[in-house]
């Protein structure tokens, strides 16, 4: 027993045989007493497999997901939501609901017709399928919005695998030498109920699969390329504008230091800001009151529900909580101070941090502050943290604390479009709220004692395998080749 122990608790030495989760850890290794246990001492390793090996069996989970993704959203793809089944069933989608709002049952084209609340490449994906499911509609008989987004559903799907992928050959094809090869880390990304329920909410997979390809070809040194792709994601979603200041900051640490490096950042954010601005310019020189309008809804959206404001407005009796424009302050201030104190992190490290570290901590600390926290928003941050940190325990911890959140939302949702006694009570709701925020807060402090301890850089075991530190690496050297793929 002993000696089998010892086995499986022994850090793989091969570094091109894949890395067993269920012997590196403890949540997969509990788990896999379901399917008759870890990886034994005698077991076949890397296994010898026809067909069923982790890429195909990822692949197929991923599907798997996504159907179920659909069919948990079924009920509420006729538009018919009577008695609040939007809410009772937690099917609604906005996918579904903008088919009115943003009148596409009309055939209105975005920002031309109608002024859409999302950024200009969002606007135009779900423009396509709009006028697609129109003409059918008129043509055909069918219903518009069932079609609608049915349409939307299988492309997002289709991107979300393709996302899986990415993930897949960033961990186990295209990684740094030395590196460990974790073809399981992308089971993480879709082996989660959290998927289920919120991949089909909104459009949040297309700005994903761009920032996924942004570090895929990263990685790979593509800096035109992975340039392209970040101003792609900039333009289906606002978030991942904020990767520029990570990028910067590690490019100009101290130690280590290498122009090389600069220019190579410097071109993936030139590159994309020339992408975002080849698709934003049209719209923002045609319409640019339609364009302005995603601007304008974030500075006047008041506190939205389950954020760290709402909570503090509901539990505190500080009247300033109830003002848009004070907490409007107040979150800017609050962020940026937190920016401030990741950049600080990411300076004077005593080695090099991770790029997706530091992008997993920025993206995180702009939805724990902001006054805006939708359901989707998990979505931004499943992939961030598989490449920051592909642990099971903590993340399976922080999605059972999502999956609460989710179930408690639409018990408050229906609550108050109920005379009846439905739903939740408003502290019930502020329990699982207030869970979601500290459980969020908690991986990002695992992630900063990672950044502080160089764990998860090598092998994913706590920086078992030693990197050279920036001191060690000659200045002369290209950017990437002391610490490739700093993702």
């Known amino acids: 027993m002993d000696?089998?122990?010892?086995?499986?608790e022994a850090p793989t030495g091969d570094r091109n045989r894949p890395v067993a989760p269920s012997r590196t850890d403890r949540f997969v290794r509990f788990a896999s007493q379901l399917i008759g246990g870890p990886l034994g001492a005698h077991a076949v390793d890397p296994p010898r497999r026809r067909f069923w090996s982790p890429f195909y069996v990822t692949m197929a989970v991923a599907i798997g997901v996504l159907a179920l993704a659909w069919l948990q959203k079924s009920p509420c793809v006729d538009g018919g939501w009577t008695d609040n089944i939007q809410y009772s069933s937690g099917c609604y989608s906005d996918v579904r609901a903008l088919w009115g709002a943003e009148r596409f049952h009309e055939?209105?084209?975005?920002?031309?017709?109608?002024?859409?609340?999302?950024?200009?490449?969002?606007?135009w994906f779900m423009g396509l399928w709009g006028?697609?499911?129109?003409?059918?509609?008129?043509?055909?008989?069918?219903?518009?919005?069932?079609?609608?987004?049915?349409?939307?559903?299988?492309?997002?799907?289709a991107l979300a695998l393709l996302t899986i992928t990415m993930i897949y050959l960033m961990r186990t094809r295209y990684r740094r030498d030395g590196e460990a090869s974790r073809p399981w880390d992308a089971m993480m990304l879709v082996a989660t109920p959290v998927m289920i329920v919120t991949a089909y909410v909104n459009w949040d997979l297309l700005a994903v699969a761009g920032v996924v390809a942004f570090f895929f070809f990263w990685q790979r040194e593509k800096h035109v390329t992975s340039g392209l792709f970040l101003g792609l994601a900039?333009?289906?979603?606002?978030?991942?504008?904020?990767?520029?200041?990570?990028?910067?900051?590690?490019?100009?640490?101290?130690?280590?230091?290498?122009?090389?490096?600069l220019r190579h950042t410097l071109t993936t954010l030139t590159v994309a800001a020339f992408t975002w601005t080849l698709v934003n310019g049209p719209v923002a020189w045609l319409?640019?009151?339609?364009?302005?309008?995603?601007?304008?809804?974030?500075?006047?959206?008041?506190?939205?529900?389950?954020?760290?404001?709402?909570?503090?407005?509901?539990?505190?009796?500080?009247?300033?909580?109830?003002?848009v424009e004070w907490v409007n302050t107040a979150y800017f201030v609050v962020f940026a101070l937190c920016c401030l104190g990741i950049a600080a992190l990411?300076?004077?490290?005593?080695?090099?941090?991770?790029?997706?570290?530091?992008?997993?901590?920025?993206?995180?600390?702009?939805?724990?502050?902001?006054?805006?926290?939708?359901?989707?928003?998990?979505?931004?941050?499943?992939?961030?943290?598989?490449?920051?940190?592909?642990?099971?325990?903590?993340?399976?911890?922080?999605?059972?604390?999502?999956?609460?959140?989710?179930?408690?939302?639409?018990?408050?949702?229906?609550q108050v479009s109920t005379d009846a006694e439905r739903g939740i009570s408003e502290?019930?709701?502020?329990?699982?709220?207030?869970?979601?925020?500290?459980?969020?807060?908690?991986?990002?402090?695992?992630?900063?004692?990672?950044?502080?301890?160089?764990?998860y850089r090598a092998t994913g075991k706590g920086g078992s395998e030693p990197t050279p530190t920036d001191a060690e690496t000659p200045s002369e050297t290209p950017p990437d080749a002391d610490s490739k793929a700093k993702v």
């Open 234 to 261: 900039v333009t289906a979603k606002f978030y991942p504008l904020l990767f520029a200041g990570p990028m910067l900051v590690l490019a100009l640490r101290r130690e280590g230091f290498s122009q090389v490096r």
């Open 346 to 414: 990411a300076y004077f490290a005593p080695r090099r941090p991770e790029l997706a570290q530091l992008c997993f901590l920025v993206v995180a600390a702009f939805v724990l502050t902001g006054k805006v926290w939708s359901q989707q928003y998990v979505l931004w941050l499943l992939p961030l943290l598989v490449l920051a940190r592909p642990r099971w325990t903590l993340f399976v911890f922080w999605q059972v604390c999502e999956l609460v959140y989710f179930f408690a939302f639409y018990g408050k949702m229906l």
């Open 287 to 323: 319409w640019p009151e339609s364009w302005m309008r995603f601007f304008e809804l974030n500075s006047e959206r008041y506190i939205d529900w389950g954020t760290l404001w709402y909570v503090l407005k509901e539990v505190t009796p500080v009247e300033q909580f109830h003002d």
């Open 3 to 8: 000696k089998q122990r010892a086995y499986l």
């Open 427 to 455: 502290a019930t709701f502020l329990a699982a709220a207030g869970l979601r925020w500290v459980a969020l807060a908690v991986v990002c402090g695992f992630v900063v004692r990672d950044v502080l301890s160089n764990s």
């Open 131 to 157: 006028q697609i499911a129109f003409q059918a509609e008129t043509i055909f008989g069918v219903n518009g919005g069932a079609l609608f987004f049915n349409l939307n559903a299988i492309v997002l799907g």
């Open 107 to 123: 055939g209105a084209v975005p920002y031309k017709d109608h002024p859409v609340e999302y950024p200009v490449l969002t606007g």
